[in-house]
């Protein structure tokens, strides 16, 4: 455990960001109480005070943003004592992210990752040597309104613990309080060990060893959104929580977070499982019984013999290769029914920034309820459009949103933009 001192100046912080939180108390205005651990947003569930905290906690401009990728935006070679920061529901982390992280960490960097869920492709490297035969199979939960959390260090415990409550339009909700379950600690030199507890008898803050560096898990995220960091025992608790991280630079991670939907789907399509193979399988018994076992070689040679044989007296069949379609006409027809029929372009238009903004949604996973340059940069990226189309696109339907009337070739000019965008998205 290292002994941040820059992190002093977070209680100074925190009184000044604290004045602007303070109407949380008030329950006159309206607040979005979902969680989405955005550092942009002052919402209950929002980052912006953890956030802001670590960011002036860093001396001489040593706190970056992951925004485009772990590859691109993690310092693997240069940095030392670094600390990679992730704070959300769930990751969605492809191959490349994952190596790049398990390289970070292994030249003696630090990872904590505050989550509901993590993802199996980390964790199939990171907890490689497995307690007793029990392999990975993602945090416990338990629900309850409220949970009780603590340190285990002597220097950190506090008697009475830290006391966080679900809230949703101010009224506690129940709630899944995640843990990791105990048998992943066995007291190994690569097992997991204890930090932190929830309910006294639970694991919701754990690290583990891998090569020079360390993997700091928590399972409560929640503990360090804004609502929960207004009170003076939330950042006493986030205060303790971030003294286990390093003296170097701060590398914050808004690039992977994902719903927890999302990364518990991504699971489930990639399962670690067990990574010993199945002693018994579907041809055991086959095998086992000698008629059966000739029937089977006979039966696959055959196969073979077919398919090599049959391969040379067959002519490769010849695709039939499509027409030509020009969809501009079909286009301009159906421009010219609505025209002659309703004459509502911008109605049209309307409807198709609609559909477009769903695909956003529904293929980039990005929130389209916030439109500015941050969400123009992240679209690119993902989509590896450039940034004029994209611009060009919500440009045009500015002015048709403005407009009281658009003409027909303002409209064809949006379909042309979108359909540039559909074809060549990635």
């Known amino acids: 455990m290292t002994d941040r001192k820059p992190l002093i100046i977070f209680g100074i912080a925190a009184l000044l960001i604290l004045s602007f939180f303070i109407y ?41 943003e992951i925004e485009e990728s772990l590859s691109s935006d993690l310092n693997v070679e240069k940095d030392s004592n670094a600390n990679y920061v992730f704070i959300g529901e769930a990751l969605y982390m492809d191959t490349l992210d994952v190596n790049t992280l398990l390289q970070f ?11 509901k869920t993590i993802p199996y492709d980390l ?15 993602d945090y416990k939960a338990v629900e309850d309104t409220m949970a009780r959390l603590n340190m285990y260090h002597p220097d950190l415990e ?45 694991v919701n803050f754990a690290k583990i060893p891998y090569g020079k560096g360390f993997f700091y898990m928590h399972t409560t995220p929640i503990a360090f959104t804004n609502f929960q960091l207004i009170d003076e ?91 030509n379609k020009n969809t501009s006409l079909d286009f301009i027809a159906t421009i010219g029914s609505l025209y002659f029929q309703q004459n509502d372009h911008r109605k049209l238009s309307v409807q198709k920034m609609k559909l477009f903004l769903s695909f956003i949604r529904e293929r980039y996973f990005l929130n389209t309820t916030k439109i500015d340059g941050d969400f123009f940069k992240r679209l690119s990226a993902k989509s590896e459009i450039p940034m004029p189309v994209i611009d060009k696109i919500f440009f045009i339907y500015k002015n048709i949103e403005n407009a009281t009337h658009t003409s027909e070739q303002v409209l064809i000019d949006f379909h042309l933009e979108m359909d540039r965008f559909y074809k060549n998205c990635k």
């Open 105 to 115: 960490v292994e030249k003696g960097n630090t990872a904590f990752i505050s989550s």
């Open 158 to 202: 506090t008697p009475m613990g830290f006391l966080y409550k679900y809230l949703r339009r101010a009224e506690a909700q129940p709630y899944n309080w995640y843990y990791i379950d105990s048998v992943y600690f066995c007291n190994e030199a690569y097992s997991f060990v204890e930090l932190g507890g929830l309910n006294d008898s639970l």
């Open 233 to 323: 025992s939330g950042l006493s608790y986030a205060n303790k929580t971030f003294t286990h991280l390093d003296d170097g630079p701060v590398y914050w991670d808004n690039y992977s977070r994902v719903p927890e939907e999302v990364g518990r789907r991504r699971n489930q399509s990639s399962g670690m499982g067990n990574r010993h193979v199945p002693k018994d399988g579907p041809l055991t018994y086959i095998l086992s019984q000698p008629p059966l076992a000739w029937a089977w070689y006979t039966a696959l040679g055959l196969t073979i013999l077919y398919f090599v044989f049959g391969a040379k007296r067959k002519q490769r069949i010849i695709p039939v290769m499509e027409q």
């Open 123 to 137: 964790m199939f490297y990171v907890y490689y040597t497995e307690c007793n035969n029990y392999y990975w199979d």
């Open 24 to 64: 949380f108390r008030s329950g006159a205005a309206t607040y979005d109480w979902d969680e989405n651990y955005e550092e942009v947003s002052k919402e209950p569930y929002g980052t912006f005070i953890v956030h802001e905290l670590l960011k002036k906690s860093q001396k001489d401009n040593q706190f970056f």
